[in-house]
């Protein structure tokens, strides 16, 4: 059964870290491209980043960038979304997608986990 398991978020002070982990099963991550977005209540969902099949390239929203990395280990069939500097606007539920196509649109993602809550709070 494909399944994606994100895990790692919780409860944050402004300015602290966490790292987000997204665990495939059931599938070779190898072939596809990973996606994090994130949706905040009464937001519509948003991506954040993504990295492609090959880790060559990867891609951050402005909101983000600078403060968030994101890096997959095949082998342990995980990708990863280090957050750094978090603000309080970074408090959302984030969800990992995988797809075919290299960072591409939302839609084009086949698979998603079930999310994992970030708040950035004090």
């Known amino acids: 059964q494909l399944q994606l398991v994100e895990s790692g978020g919780g409860l944050v002070q402004p300015g602290g870290s966490l790292r987000l982990s997204c665990a495939a099963s059931?599938?070779?991550?190898?072939?596809?491209?990973i996606g994090w977005f994130r949706q905040a209540p009464g937001k519509e969902r948003e991506g954040v980043s993504c990295i492609s099949s090959s880790s060559g390239f990867t891609n951050y929203a402005d909101s983000v960038k600078g403060r968030f990395t994101i890096s997959r280990d095949n082998a342990e069939k995980t990708v990863y979304l280090q957050m750094n500097s978090l603000k309080p606007e970074d408090t959302a539920v984030y969800y990992c997608?995988?797809?075919?196509?290299?960072?591409?649109?939302?839609?084009?993602?086949?698979?998603w986990g079930q999310g994992t809550q970030v708040t950035v709070s004090s």
């Open positions: 059931g599938f070779t991550l190898d072939y596809y491209a």
């Open positions: 997608a995988a797809g075919r196509v290299d960072c591409g649109l939302e839609y084009e993602y086949n698979y």
